[in-house]
């Protein structure tokens, strides 16, 4: 059996080890979504991770709806990410970009319009905008002839993450955003090819993977996926069927490694509804499987021993424990992450968690 320390490979991507760092939006860009150096910094204080899965970044300014969150669909922001890249690499380390299009989470003061999803639904809750929450609006059902654009958005978004420096992507297909609105059958109530069956529900998220995959290669293409209960309101009837026919899709692809976000029933940022969906995934997928949610050392490698999953991505973990691996070989005590400065703006909070002493 593996242990988290040994390498693995992950498509074109070689990890030295199976601490992955998991997407963390932190805020830290500029209002108009450009990538600061303060940036640079945070992630090569992270470079150890096997690899470092971006926070989420919008392919356009429409799928955009977090205040200072960062973008890859102008010239600027490439130019932006690329010292970010080039910190990491110079530290040794790896990363990919996590491409994020939120659909009805976009509030129209960030996203320049009526947010966008599968059907006309209205997510529960609160947006976040530059005049603090405000309550999410109906979103209008994209339309059939609005697909190709989006796949194109897809497309560039991936070619200047490449161009950018980045080793590779991740398409977010979790969390309540637009493919998972697509994916789910509590938010998808379309009548055309992109709705009803499950195979008409996954259409898009394979389109959109095989169009990044195209643009950047297939081994250099990951994908992320929640399939155990609701986020952000989207949730489906049968996820077994839904996710299995999924990760059959993206196996066909032959995509880099498939990550899911799988909170347990005592879960400590989202909780399960259901057992994992993993058992089903792992049968369906025949690439490298990472799971996340909730894991410590002790519970990653018990995964990994029980043969679920080939990987773990860390979050909170590596949020405030900027040398993880370190911490978790040599058995020292974690910091411990201060939600106040999850997405406050300025270095508190994102530069300064101490590392250990060597
Ligand atoms: C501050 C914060 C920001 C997050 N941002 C993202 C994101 O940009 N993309 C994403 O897919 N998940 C995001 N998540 C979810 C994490 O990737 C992860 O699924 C969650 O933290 C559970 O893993 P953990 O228990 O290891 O922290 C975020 C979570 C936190 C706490």
Redesign the pocket.
């Known amino acids: 059996m593996p242990t988290l320390f040994d390498p693995i490979r992950l498509g074109a991507i070689e990890a030295p080890n199976r601490i992955l760092m998991?997407?963390?939006?932190?805020g830290r860009a500029t209002r108009a979504h450009v990538p600061t150096p303060l940036m640079a910094d945070y992630y090569a204080q992270r470079a150890s991770a096997g690899l470092i899965?971006s926070?989420?970044t919008g392919i356009s300014r429409q799928g955009l709806g977090w205040p200072y969150?960062p973008g890859l669909w102008s010239d600027e922001q490439v130019a932006a990410w690329r010292p970010v890249t080039h910190a990491v690499h110079r530290a040794d380390g790896r990363i990919i970009a996590?491409l994020?299009h939120m659909g009805r989470i976009v509030h129209s003061s960030l996203g320049g319009g009526q947010p966008v999803s599968a059907s006309a639904t209205t997510a529960p809750g609160n947006a976040h905008t530059y005049d603090g929450r405000q309550p999410f609006e109906l979103a209008r059902p994209l339309r059939l002839d609005e697909i190709p654009g989006l796949l194109d958005d897809y497309r560039r978004a991936a070619r200047h993450a490449m161009d950018a420096g980045f080793d590779g992507v991740q398409i977010?297909a979790?969390?309540g955003y637009l493919i998972d609105q697509f994916l789910r059958n509590n938010s998808n109530f379309r009548d055309d090819a992109y709705g009803g069956p499950v195979q008409n529900r996954i259409r898009l998220l394979r389109e959109v993977t095989s169009t990044v995959a195209d643009a950047v290669g297939a081994d250099r293409t990951a994908v992320?996926l929640?399939p155990n209960g609701d986020t952000q309101g989207v949730n489906d009837s049968d996820p077994d069927a839904l996710f299995g026919a999924a990760a059959e899709a993206l196996s066909a692809i032959g995509i880099a490694f498939l990550e899911l976000?799988e909170?347990g029933f005592e879960?400590?940022?989202?909780k399960a509804e259901r057992e994992p969906v993993a058992p089903t995934i792992r049968a369906a997928f025949k690439g490298p499987l990472v799971l996340?949610?909730?894991?410590t050392d002790v519970s990653g490698q018990a995964a990994l021993n029980s043969g679920v999953c080939d990987a773990i991505?860390?979050?909170?973990?590596?949020?405030a424990n900027p040398d993880l691996p370190h911490r978790f070989r040599s058995h020292l005590p974690l910091n411990k992450?201060d939600?106040k400065t999850?997405?406050s703006q300025g270095p508190e909070g994102y530069v300064d968690y101490p590392k250990a002493a060597a």
């Open positions: 998991a997407p963390l939006t932190r899965i926070e989420a969150a996590q994020w977010h979790a969390n992320r929640s976000r909170p879960g400590t940022f989202g996340n949610s909730d894991y991505a860390f979050g909170r973990p590596f949020l992450d939600p999850w997405y």
